[in-house]
């Protein structure tokens, strides 16, 4: 798959889990791939190797999103690396899966910072920095539409991140980008399984119409799709991503 050759791209969060796969999926279709990891650079470090392991490029850096001079040199290090920008996936997120009478003040700050602010930060960055008719995809939840008890703070940032999804593909338009954002439904990765149990998984998986908790491949695709040519008409748009759960 070439379809994305020579195109380069920013994946936040994007050491493990559901950001892990989309960099390898972008990769696979000819992109060059920034790597971005807050804390872990053995498991960048991997994700890398396995990306030039099959003939493509990448680059690991290490960046806070949460901090917006560290994502000023995100953007820098793309640059100085292969020379632009083209897509920007926002991947980076944390769950803190607890009620919200029990949230400490540092608990949603952290929650904040992380999930919304950083989405907020790289996308005013990309603003400048993202070649025309370049792609944009923010990763929400379907949580935003469910009621589930333990999900509050959660919630309640990735229904920003949707909002700011919606008001950036009216002021970037302009220039040919488009914004989108994509919302998964339960997907096994250590995030999802952290403080559940094994009924609290089954239970969610019932709630789907397929019988299943979702794998990360199932939500990388749909990345791959928003970023391609293909997707050129779609902007501003929420891409419900859970198996039928709602």
């Known amino acids: 798959m070439t379809e994305l050759y020579e195109k380069v791209a ?93 949230f400490t003040d540092d608990e949603f700050d952290r929650i904040l910072n992380i999930n919304l602010k950083s989405i907020f930060y790289t996308l005013r960055e990309a603003a400048g920095r993202l070649t025309d008719h370049g792609r944009i995809v923010n990763i929400s939840s379907t949580v935003t539409r469910l009621m589930l008890p333990k999900y509050g703070p959660y919630a309640a940032t990735k229904g920003a991140v949707e909002q700011l999804t919606r008001i950036f593909a009216r002021e970037i338009g302009e220039r040919g980008i488009t914004v989108n954002s994509v919302s998964p439904g339960p997907i096994f990765t250590d995030m999802f399984r952290a403080g559940k149990t094994e009924e609290d998984i089954q239970r969610m998986a019932a709630l789907s119409s397929l019988g299943r908790i979702g794998e990360t491949d199932d939500i990388a695709q749909i990345v791959l799709f928003l970023v391609s040519a293909e997707a050129r008409w779609i902007t501003g748009q929420n891409i419900g991503a859970n198996g039928g759960i709602i």
């Open 10 to 102: 920013i994946v936040t969060g994007s050491s493990r889990g559901i950001g892990a796969e989309i960099a390898l999926r972008l990769a696979r279709a000819g992109a060059r791939v920034v790597v971005n990891y807050a804390h872990d650079h053995q498991a960048a470090d991997e994700i890398c190797m396995r990306i030039t392991q099959t003939g493509g490029k990448c680059a690991a850096v290490q960046a806070d999103v949460s901090n917006p001079d560290d994502v000023r040199r995100l953007f820098d290090a793309a640059i100085e690396h292969f020379g632009r920008i083209d897509i920007l996936v926002n991947n980076a997120g944390i769950l803190i899966f607890k009620n919200i009478a029990e």
